[in-house]
């Protein structure tokens, strides 16, 4: 099959220039309606619940949900977009809308993968939770790599430590103390229970008039918790895995819901681990937020931050204003980027 050729300057400029015809057009009072497309409502605004291949369930402002054809000029839309959309004036129509167009974003939220490379899988987030629990086991590895995540993007990040109804007293302090320094460098920590009900209220009041994102493990219970904060969803729940111990991926497709108090949940598939390979290591650096002061300070320009001599992050750890735990998690990380990006170039080359 020979490959489509690729658009001229002139096709972009003028893919771009009707790309914000239609944007100026849905901001207007009284939209002009196309009259190529005389079988469609005149624009209006809309939300994308979520996106399947080429369509997208969008919702309107009286609350009506449309599965929607995507105009091929539109390069990217994903859940949380808000776009121009045309609805179809016979509700008996093959088409029953049309995406015309995308307002710019003012956050979207990234996932590199293996294959496809970094793929944006939703926009317009106002706060990630990162969502934690005591079983299958509570790791400060795995929230700091999602903390870097959210610090990537400028989404502000909120801790959730989930499933406090099996802390035990053996586990407590050193959960409780890992959680003291996370709110010690700036990070809301929230601890609540799905099953108890414990934490819930006050978790509620920080979605209200929000979108959020839940970010996590398998196996922390993400379902449960959306479960919980709004019951009418209906989502499906893993358990976790006697064997293994890990969870069960619970949520196939991202989609936005909608919590009674007026904030919005964007629910997106769980990934068992946040690549960051596509970072270099001095933005990984950077998303330590405690490293700030001190990054830009070391001897040697390209200091590892390891042995080498006069390092601003050696001193800051023995000064005590780094954790060890941190620093160590860090070291994790930049160790890591590598061996991610060598898996990543032999799938690539394998699959040729």
Same mark, same amino acid.
């Given at each position: ?51 399947? #291949?080429?369509?997208?369930? /969008? &919702? ?22 808000? /776009? %121009?959309?045309?609805?179809? =004036?016979?509700?008996? *129509?093959?088409?029953? #809308?049309? %995406? ?20 944006? @899988? ?6 990630? $939770?990162? %969502?934690?629990? %005591? $079983? ?6 795995? @929230?700091?790599?999602?903390?870097? *995540?959210? &610090? !990537? ?21 050193? @959960? ?31 979605? =209200?008039? =929000? /979108? +959020?994102?839940? *970010? ?7 379902? +449960? ?15 976790? +895995?006697? #064997? ?9 497709? *991202? ?11 964007? !629910? +997106?598939? #769980? ?32 200091? =590892? ?16 204003? @780094?954790?060890? !735990? ?27």
């Amino acid at each position: 099959m020979s490959k489509k050729k690729p658009l001229s300057r002139g096709q972009l400029r003028r893919m771009r220039a009707n790309h914000q015809k239609r944007l100026h057009r849905s901001s207007q009072d009284t939209p002009t309606p196309d009259i190529q497309d005389s079988s469609l409502e005149p624009e209006q605004a809309g939300t994308v619940i979520s996106r399947f #291949g080429q369509h997208a369930d /969008v &919702e309107t402002l009286d609350g009506k949900i449309t599965r929607c054809n995507i105009r091929r000029t539109i390069t990217s839309l994903v859940c949380g977009d808000d /776009v %121009v959309v045309r609805l179809s =004036k016979d509700a008996q *129509a093959a088409i029953a #809308g049309v %995406v015309e167009a995308v307002h710019p974003r003012k956050s979207s939220l990234s996932r590199p993968d293996l294959y496809d490379g970094v793929k944006t @899988i939703a926009a317009n987030i106002d706060q990630i $939770l990162i %969502v934690s629990s %005591v $079983l299958p086991c509570f790791t400060t590895q795995i @929230i700091d790599r999602y903390l870097v *995540a959210a &610090e !990537d993007t400028e989404i502000p990040p909120v801790i959730v430590l989930n499933k406090i109804d099996l802390l035990d007293d053996e586990q407590r302090p050193a @959960i409780e103390a890992a959680l003291a320094r996370y709110q010690a460098i700036g990070y809301p920590v929230y601890r609540v229970s799905s099953k108890t009900g414990e934490g819930i209220d006050a978790l509620t009041a920080l979605l =209200k008039d =929000k /979108v +959020s994102v839940f *970010a996590g493990q398998s196996g922390v219970g993400k379902s +449960s918790l959306i479960n919980a904060l709004m019951p009418d969803a209906e989502l499906l729940t893993g358990d976790v +895995s006697g #064997g293994s111990g890990l969870g069960q991926h619970t949520t196939t497709t *991202a989609r936005l819901l909608h919590f009674a108090s007026g904030g919005k949940l964007i !629910d +997106s598939p #769980g990934v068992r681990e946040f690549a960051l390979w596509h970072l270099p290591a001095d933005r990984v650096s950077w998303c330590f937020v405690e490293f700030r002061d001190f990054l830009g300070t070391c001897k040697f320009r390209d200091c =590892k931050h390891g042995d080498d001599p006069g390092c601003a992050l050696q001193e800051a750890l023995q000064q005590q204003h @780094i954790t060890a !735990d941190r620093f160590s998690n860090y070291h994790r990380i930049i160790a890591s980027l590598d061996e991610q990006r060598h898996a990543r170039q032999f799938r690539a080359n394998t699959d040729e």
